[in-house]
Nanobody, 127 residues
Framework: QVILAESGGGLVQTGGSLSLSCTAS????????MGWFRQAPGKEREFVATISRNGEHTDYADSVRGRFTISRDNAKNTVYLQMNSLNTGDTAVYYC????????????????????WGQGTQVTVSS
């Protein structure tokens, strides 16, 4: 069991930046591949980024690649999402998620593979 808590959301203008954090409590954080997902109003939840247990492997949705950066600090039980060059299409509730994986290099894109979810944090990008 792990409990996830996101923070760092807010209101930003187009072209601005935000940094999200997700802190985990419970089982060893380094046992989990981590992911960020988002859900815009009226839309399904979608994959944003994922990072492996050891932090050396990442993957991104095409819509955010080159603008967003996922990272983690296992000593702090925290995963981050640095978001740059934000646009109105990035407006959504952002969720972090944890997936128990065997291998330290695994990244996980599929939402239904994740075991634990945070409550989400709102990101609003104004034009």
């Amino acid at each position: 069991q792990v409990i996830l808590a996101e923070s760092g959301g807010g209101l930003v203008q187009t072209g601005g930046s935000l940094s999200l954090s997700c802190t985990a409590s419970g089982r060893a954080f380094s046992d989990y591949a981590m992911g960020w997902f988002r859900q815009a109003p009226g839309k399904e939840r979608e994959f944003v980024a994922t990072i492996s247990r050891n932090g050396e492997h990442t993957d991104y949705a095409d819509s955010v690649r080159g603008r967003f950066t996922i990272s983690r600090d296992n000593a702090k039980n925290t995963v981050y999402l640095q978001m740059n060059s934000l646009n109105t299409g990035d407006t959504a509730v952002y969720y972090c998620a944890a997936d128990t994986v065997r291998y330290s290099f695994q990244v996980v894109r599929r939402m239904n593979e994740y075991d634990f979810w945070g409550q989400g944090t709102q990101v609003t990008v104004s034009s």
